[in-house]
């Protein structure tokens, strides 16, 4: 929380840390390329890859449970169409929030897939790991926090958590208060200060700033809070008013002043990676846009999303997906990067 006074020499030397710190590799939804993401087998198989953090997106139950979702509908990863046919809402969703922990430990998780004009289902990746084999589950915040503390005492390494919030505004109208429930068990297993080897992101400035205005000082707990940027169009944040939502407008991030703004509640922004490189850039020419500098100037870390190693996902700037890590480590200078290939990207800065 912003109003935090601290001694001059620790804020210097927390500030000092964070900018000249080596840049991270964060492990997108653990090592996802490789396994069905949010899996603890995924989060184990990243964890094995020492990245810096591992990301965890966090939903919630109809019991109030925090499970690991990338969405806040079940149908993209798991069987519940199947063997819940009569639950899905009137768009044709299955949204966990309608069901309980025990119906959700119950169903089988496999690589994220979309349904074609058929009404077959269709890997998202198809190179990825084959759907339906072997046998996944969706874990809880804790059960993934407890493997990961576990790790860091067994190996002796020291990874982090960078957890994601996952649409606060539609947990909140339907009468749930995620953050929350989500700060509370981070507490509860001792993250609770900007010390701690944890950053907490969300897409949703609002709740981004009730948790540093509100929450954090109620709760005793001062967190490294990370503003993830969408477009407007992507409807990645909607208000309501009254039953109808309508998205909300990140347009104002986009504006000279819009990072200053960030700063004020907010310790980093998680861009699009190509609203750091405009995606006319040519090998030659790469062109970093203004937002890197705007947030430079306002003191924020920056660690863009997503880099895929599938050649159809590496930018036409770049000839190999380690090239592309090079522009962004080495030419845009971020702090760090979400990948589904952890060990590409640290390889990568090994070398």
């Known amino acids: 929380m912003k109003c935090k006074i601290l001694p001059l020499s620790i804020l210097t030397l927390v500030f000092s840390t964070w900018v000249n710190a080596d840049p991270l590799v964060i492990a997108h939804r653990g090592a996802s390329g490789y396994l069905p993401e949010h899996t603890l087998e995924a989060k184990t198989l990243a964890y094995a890859m020492k990245p810096d953090y591992i990301e965890q997106d966090v939903v919630m139950t109809k019991d109030d449970q925090l499970v690991m979702l990338h969405d806040h509908y079940l149908d993209r990863v798991t069987d519940v169409a199947e063997r819940f046919p009569s639950r899905a809402r009137d768009d044709g969703r299955y ?3 309608d069901f309980t922990l025990a119906e959700i430990k119950s169903l089988r998780v496999t690589e994220g897939f979309n349904v074609d004009e058929k009404g077959d289902k269709v890997a998202g990746y198809p190179n990825r790991f084959p759907m339906w084999k072997s046998s996944f589950t969706v874990p809880t915040l804790a059960e993934e926090i407890e493997l990961i503390q576990g790790l860091n005492q067994t190996l002796g390494y020291d990874i982090g958590l960078y957890p994601e919030i996952k649409a606060p505004w539609f947990h909140r109208h339907e009468g749930k208060d995620i953050s929350k429930a989500v700060l509370k068990v981070l507490k509860e297993y001792g993250y609770d200060s900007k010390e701690d080897k944890i950053y907490l992101q969300s897409f949703d400035p609002i709740e981004l700033k009730r948790i540093n205005d509100e929450l954090l000082p109620a709760m005793k707990m001062d967190l490294k809070l990370v503003q993830l940027i969408a477009y407007t169009d992507w409807n990645e944040t909607m208000t309501y008013r009254g039953e109808v939502a309508e998205p909300y407008s990140y347009d104002w991030m986009f504006q000279s002043d819009g990072m200053a703004k960030v700063a004020v509640y907010a ?17 030659d020419n790469i062109i970093i846009k203004p937002l890197m500098k705007q947030a430079k100037d306002a003191s924020l870390v920056v660690h863009p999303f997503t880099f895929r190693a599938e050649p159809d996902r590496i930018a036409a700037y770049a000839t190999s997906f380690e090239d592309m890590l090079d522009v962004f480590y080495n030419k845009v200078k971020v702090d760090g990067i979400f990948t589904d290939y952890p060990d590409k990207a640290v390889s990568f800065l090994n070398k």
Request: hydrophobic letters at 35%; aromatic letters at 10%.
């Open 95 to 97: 949204y966990a929030i």
């Open 267 to 283: 310790d980093g922004i998680g861009p699009w990676k190509s609203m750091l490189v405009d995606d006319e850039s040519t090998k």
